[in-house]
């Protein structure tokens, strides 16, 4: 374990605790033996530690490596040229957020990131987006040469990446796709391009890169271009989760444990303020709106539909996205934005962690 950083920050190392790495080659042969395969290896990590890497996904790493310049192009802007596109200027979340809006207890608790937010493209006659303060409508983009082709052109690949993934979980809980696939038309998947800020902070439980939480989504594929990454074990122990070179960070999100009646774990991570900096790019595969998630018809128990209960795939990002984002939260605060649900103080999929003695 790191000896420099606070008790409540340390965790396994990953040589003391591997993840699993998952060939996803099988899901391109157009082999039905070779998908199953695959499908099998990912529902055996969803089922255990909810997250785990995936080599041979098909996207060109020329392709990763021009986002991660152009997310370090926008970033190494000015202040004044970044604000023109700030996030609060939306009403559906779209372009900058300073690191002093990520979270609503700023300066209490730090998280040193900042970042770039973009989304599937809806037009601007969706009623979604009409409605305002839904996560639903046109991107923004800034005012930088060949940018928006860039991560457009990422985005739309790793979008497709996930269609495959969602197909072959499908097959491995033993639905039809169809059963999923028809919730996404115009979805709430979020793409965001994030810079940890350097820093000489210690790293603490209030001094963050980004606290824990569970991804509020179906799952999210990661790049990540340094250490920092820490995720919770099956035996909910924190384990760190470094980037591997040519694989991304896959975990389940919040609408996968709901629809597999808890069979799959939604796992909590956070990434511990190292002072470096540090670019991550996740792409939260999400569902349209007013998707109503509960368990799927084939995992409805009294157990699962008391545990699970339905709720709309936005407007549970949306609680969660008042309590993480600051512009959001002074909004409701002073009721300029009155949602129809709950807004909880904290994820009802989180879970406690093994005190740090016991790893």
Known sequence: MRSDISEDQRALTIEDANLPVIDLAGLFTGDTDDKAKV??????????????????????QEQIDALFSASKEFHEKSRRFKMKYWSGFTTHHRGY?????????FPKSINFNEAWDMSFEAPDDHPDYLANWRMTGPNVWPDIAGWKDTVAGYY????????RLLDALALELGIEPEELTQHITYPTSQLRLLRYIQNELPATKEITGIPAHSDFECFTLLLTGAPGLQVMNAE???????PIPGCFVVNIGDIFETWSGGAFKSTQHRVYNTG??????????????HTVVEPLEKF????????????????????????????????HEQGEFNPEYEVLDESPFMREAKEPSDQ
């Open 300 to 331: 409805k128990t009294p157990e699962t539909v008391a545990k699970y209960p339905p709720m709309k795939a936005g407007d549970h990002l949306m609680r969660m996205s008042v309590k993480t984002f600051r512009y959001m939260a002074d909004a």
């Open 39 to 60: 499908a099998a290896a990912l529902g055996d990590a969803a089922r255990t530690s909810g997250f785990f890497y995936i080599t041979n996904h098909g996207i060109p």
């Open 156 to 163: 739309d690949a790793a979008f497709n990446l996930g269609l």
């Open 236 to 242: 909910d122990v924190w384990v760190e989760a470094p």
């Open 97 to 105: 957020v300073p690191f002093e809006e990520n979270g609503a207890n």
């Open 276 to 289: 470096k900096e540090r670019y991550s790019m996740p792409l939260f595969f999400g569902l349209d709106y």
